[in-house]
């Protein structure tokens, strides 16, 4: 295949990806959800347990395996990747963050890595593709178990 056609093709899936993904975002297109539930109706209860303070150390196992699932079917794997690299065609189309690094060059009030984490869940970074994602992702605790799970992403030195 010459180059010119093989630009062409990784363009046109790029951009038929993006579409997908605004599609979805804006529930236009469910791909295993049924209609009108979101993933906080189908998360479970909130335990007795008492809350993870942003940026703990002692995260709970199922803080982290909600905040997996969240993170599969809200669609950060999409942009992130399955590993938070952010190394697929989308994300680097996208220039979508390396969760994976830990670094986060929007966070200008230097706030605590899961706190900004939910900051940005909420509020979406400016500029960027990453949109909020708060109406989507309506309960705060299901927020801040994926915003435990990002975090968890972050390769330890």
């Known amino acids: 295949m010459q180059a010119p056609a093989r630009v062409l093709l990784a363009t046109t899936l790029v951009s038929i990806a993006v579409v997908l993904i605004v599609l979805y975002r804006y529930d236009l297109l469910k791909f295993g959800r049924s209609g009108g539930e979101s993933a906080s109706n189908s998360a479970p ?5 008492p809350p993870v303070s942003a940026g703990s150390s002692a995260v709970s196992p199922e803080v982290v395996a909600n905040g997996k699932k969240l993170y599969e079917t809200m669609t950060c794997n999409l942009c992130h990747g399955a590993d938070g690299a952010a190394d ?8 979508a963050t390396n969760l994976k690094t830990g670094q986060f060059h929007a966070n200008k009030e230097n706030l605590p890595a899961v706190k900004y984490i939910v900051k940005v869940i909420e509020e979406g970074v400016a500029g960027t593709g990453m949109a909020s994602f708060k109406a989507q992702i309506p309960n705060e605790k299901d927020r801040q178990d994926l915003a435990e799970y990002v975090h968890s992403l972050v390769e330890k030195k």
């Open 88 to 95: 697929s065609p989308t994300g680097k189309a996208m220039k």
């Open 45 to 49: 209860a909130a335990s007795s347990a």
